[in-house]
């Protein structure tokens, strides 16, 4: 509830003042138990800095959140280091993450000690158990991280998460390293984990087909800002803010027979250090007025919206009505 993280920085080479990035910037959303929220945008957009603010890896600057009714920036250090078994992270590069002197089976094991969850006696057959649950032989659990392909070793990382039997697990571009059809397999894994385990997910990543494969719902992100929240379909099928029209028309269409509208958006993001006034898109909104140069739009429900569905744009009604509801062909 209206997360912020600043970092302070040096203003620049002439500017020594210190000034912030405003990497999230006052966003509010919740996650319901048992789904997959997915939150989507460019690099640099704030997604996994709010990833890593939820699990108080990063503190945040301002905000509140609650974890389970418990407000989880209340916490001590060692009451949070017991509540992080109840929220896990994976990343994009597992690799990065396995220790290469340990064996699986030390990895997994080390997890569980560290949480205390599964007494010593019981973790050998808890890490076989693990070992199948995400598609991997037990023996395997033998092995060095350096022994696995880039797919495998993201099964590792999520047996690792797994190992404490957490409620959220925050996967943070946790395929995109991965080429298309591992990605698959990885995806579908974490769908039946989530069936199996009661697992709720918010899943980080810039790739929008990856996001329609996995979420319930999306939050669309853009310097630091939500600028679209909704369900997944209505996302698809009505997307109302022209950044998420944009992100969508990008996204290859199979049938070449079919026309889409294709908005390209102009120039790199602003650095969130500045950010432009108003709406923070304007510098590459095809759609820009005065107005939102000068105001700052909310995020509000257009008429036409399912309930839930929220967008933040002052001209969103006019941009549906001129150019339809789909700028990208559906499946
Ligand atoms: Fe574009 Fe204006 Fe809407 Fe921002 S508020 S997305 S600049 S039309
Ligand atoms: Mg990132």
Same mark, same amino acid.
């Given at each position: 509830k209206n997360l912020k993280k600043y970092f302070p920085v040096k203003g620049g080479v002439l500017n020594r003042k210190m000034t912030d990035v405003k990497a999230v910037d006052d966003v509010s959303f919740a996650i319901h138990s048992g789904e997959t929220l997915s939150i989507v945008g460019e690099s640099g957009c704030g997604k996994s800095t709010t990833g890593r603010a939820i699990l108080r890896l990063e503190e945040p600057t301002d905000g509140e959140i609650y974890f389970d009714g418990e407000d989880f920036r209340k916490l001590s250090k060692s009451q949070l280091r017991k509540r992080r078994k109840d929220i896990q992270i994976i990343f994009q590069d597992p690799y990065a993450s396995l220790n290469p002197r340990q064996? #699986?089976?030390q990895i997994l094991d080390e997890a569980m000690a560290i949480q205390g969850v599964v007494p010593k006696k019981d973790r050998p057959a808890r890490i076989r158990e693990l070992m199948e649950v995400v +598609? %991997?032989?037990?023996?395997?659990?033998?092995? =060095?991280?350096?022994e696995f392909s880039g797919g495998q070793r993201q099964?590792? +990382?999520i047996a690792r998460a797994l190992s404490v039997d957490p409620k959220l697990i925050v996967c943070d571009e946790a395929v995109s390293a991965l080429d298309v059809s591992t990605q698959a397999q990885v995806l579908n894994l974490l769908k039946d984990l989530q069936r199996k385990f009661d697992l709720t997910f918010l899943f980080i990543s810039h790739d929008l087909g990856v996001v329609r494969h996995i979420s319930d719902r999306v939050v669309v992100m853009y310097l630091g800002k939500i600028v679209e929240i909704a369900d997944k379909k209505s996302l698809f099928d009505s997307p109302h803010h022209p =950044?998420?029209? @944009? %992100? %969508?028309? @990008?996204?290859? #269409?199979?049938?070449?027979e079919r026309k889409t509208e294709r908005i390209v958006l102009e120039g790199d993001v602003p650095s969130p250090m500045n950010p432009p006034s108003g709406c923070r898109f304007h510098t590459r909104c095809p759609f820009a007025t005065e107005i939102c140069k000068q105001e700052e739009?909310?995020?509000?429900?257009?008429g036409d919206m399912v309930d839930g569905h929220q967008a933040a744009c002052h001209h969103m009604e006019e941009i549906v009505e001129q150019y339809g509801k789909t700028p990208s062909v559906q499946e």
């Open positions: 064996k #699986v089976k +598609g %991997l032989r037990p023996q395997q659990a033998e092995r =060095y991280p350096h099964r590792i +990382g =950044y998420t029209r @944009a %992100l %969508l028309s @990008a996204i290859p #269409v199979p049938d070449p739009p909310e995020l509000r429900t257009a």
